[in-house]
């Protein structure tokens, strides 16, 4: 059996309250991640979706062991690193980076890129200053800048340039994961499917896996391998991504890609949208936590906790009635999902000619 590249095991990240400025005392905790196992493999992408305030950015943080867990296991390439100390986890760095969601807050304003990219090899020691500068120029052909663009600024790039700083800065230490926080979220339509073609192109010329958080199902779509939806700190389904598009199991997952708007009310489909508050996450309910919001809850459904069960080939749902619930039968995606396609389709027609133009230059 082939060893993850990522393995989350039952891992758990509880902020604990307090009350009091003498005798402060723990009244409860924030249970931000609950129990969540999950696994990427080497060149693999996994997305993982789920309203704001689900735990995404929180798990996100724990596989790149930026946090403590409070409970679980964290493995990578087959060890162990959940109690691994500073020291330890320095090697571990270079293996795993991050792209951060907001372009320009990533980036220090008071550094020219050059010195933004060179900046990790500093950290580790790698190369001298030529091989450092080399590497940097290489670095920005990888992404679409010049080579000129070295010596200028964070503030005199565009948001979609900015991130592609980001992503050449992730790439400086050849990392084998690369954990996506919302990389598109903060850009316009036409430039998200730029950067996600230029993910895409990354992955498949370095064998790259990534763990892709995000709010946008039609990037998600077009970017990842399986797809995990999380819901007030769980996994409530996961499954590969045509199928999840496809034939939705869990209730939660079906509201989230209904929610999305169609061009044409009548095409509208017949599941309901999301309702209701989303529970604290200090005091989940008890039971199935979707079922104060889910329109097929049962009186089972607010005693007994499913637990995230084999329904199908590579496809997990934690509910009860999972086999019985009907599926809507398409994911339409509405106006937003329909640019996005059109753009992403255009790229790829734009890149190829100008591969061709360039073959035959040569």
Not at 198 to 223: N, T
Not at 253 to 260: F, I, K, P, S, V
């Amino acid at each position: 059996m082939t060893v993850p590249l990522l393995e989350l095991d039952d891992v758990r990240k509880h902020y604990p309250v307090h009350r009091g400025l003498v005798l402060r005392r723990q009244v409860g905790a924030v249970r931000a991640v609950d129990g969540v196992s999950l696994r990427i493999a080497a060149g693999e992408t996994l997305a993982v979706v789920g309203e704001s305030g689900c735990g995404k950015s929180t798990l996100a943080r724990l596989a790149l062991r930026l946090i403590e867990p409070s409970a679980g296991a964290i493995r990578f390439d087959g060890r162990d690193v959940t109690h691994d100390g500073r020291s330890a986890l320095k090697p571990l760095r270079r293996q795993m980076q991050v792209i951060f969601q907001d372009p320009f807050a990533s980036l220090n304003p008071r550094m020219a890129v050059e010195e933004i990219l060179a900046e990790p090899m500093l950290v580790h020691g790698i190369g001298d200053a030529a091989s450092r500068a080399a590497r940097v120029r290489e670095l920005l052909g990888l992404v679409g800048l010049a080579s000129y663009h070295a010596d200028r600024f964070p503030h005199e790039f565009s948001g979609g340039q900015r991130q592609r700083i980001g992503i050449a800065r992730a790439l400086a230490l050849k990392p084998r994961l690369i954990v996506c926080d919302e990389p598109v979220s903060a850009l316009d339509v036409s430039i998200q499917a730029q950067v996600v073609n230029l993910l895409k192109d990354l992955q498949a010329e370095f064998g790259l896996a990534y763990l892709f958080i995000s709010h946008g199902l039609a990037v998600v779509k077009h970017m990842a391998d399986r797809v995990a939806v999380m819901y007030l700190g769980q996994v409530v389904e996961t499954a590969p991504a045509k199928v999840l598009y496809a034939q939705p199991r869990h209730p939660y997952t079906q509201a989230l890609l209904a929610a999305a708007p169609v061009p044409d009310p009548a095409q509208r489909h017949s599941r309901p949208t999301l309702g209701g508050d989303v529970p604290s996450p200090m005091t989940p309910p008890a039971g199935c936590r979707f079922h104060t919001r889910c329109g097929f809850a049962q009186a089972r459904c607010r005693e007994e906790a499913p637990g995230l069960r084999t329904i199908g080939p590579q496809h997990e749902a934690a509910c009860h009635f999972a086999e019985t619930i009907p599926a809507f039968a398409r994911f339409g995606g509405g106006a937003r999902h329909e640019r996005l396609q059109a753009r992403l389709a255009l790229y790829e027609q734009k890149r190829a000619a100008m591969i061709a133009a360039e073959t035959t230059a040569a």
